[in-house]
């Protein structure tokens, strides 16, 4: 009965050193440091600024091509119109040219 009581008892002391260990641990290996979280955050906040700054930029950069594009003024070539020529014929008669069109 002795043995039964230590094995027993082996596996509990075990179990309240490793409870104690985590009590025993400072507090600030727990505990994030409140500095660094706000300069983290801060960081976050400034890299996320600087992306909107550039893609706003670039938006802008691509609205002003898209503006020159549209100020481009191609000169068409005059169309091709083709002319009719009259068949007329002059015929003179005496002292006076006579034109016949048709």
Do not use: E, W
Not at 60 to 86: C, G, K, L, M
Request: glycine share 2%; proline share 8%.
């Amino acid at each position: 009965m002795y043995t039964r009581r230590s094995s027993m008892i082996f596996p509990l002391v075990v179990l309240a050193g490793a409870v104690s260990a985590g009590f025993a641990t400072p507090a600030s290996a727990q505990v994030l440091n409140p500095a660094v979280r706000n300069n983290t955050l801060i960081q976050q906040n400034d890299l996320q600024a600087l992306q909107n700054r550039v893609q706003r930029q670039q938006f802008q950069q691509q609205q002003q091509q898209y503006r020159a594009q549209d100020r481009i003024i191609v000169q068409q070539p005059p169309p091709v119109v083709p002319q009719v020529r009259p068949s007329c014929q002059t015929q003179i008669i005496g002292n006076t040219a006579v034109s016949t069109c048709r």
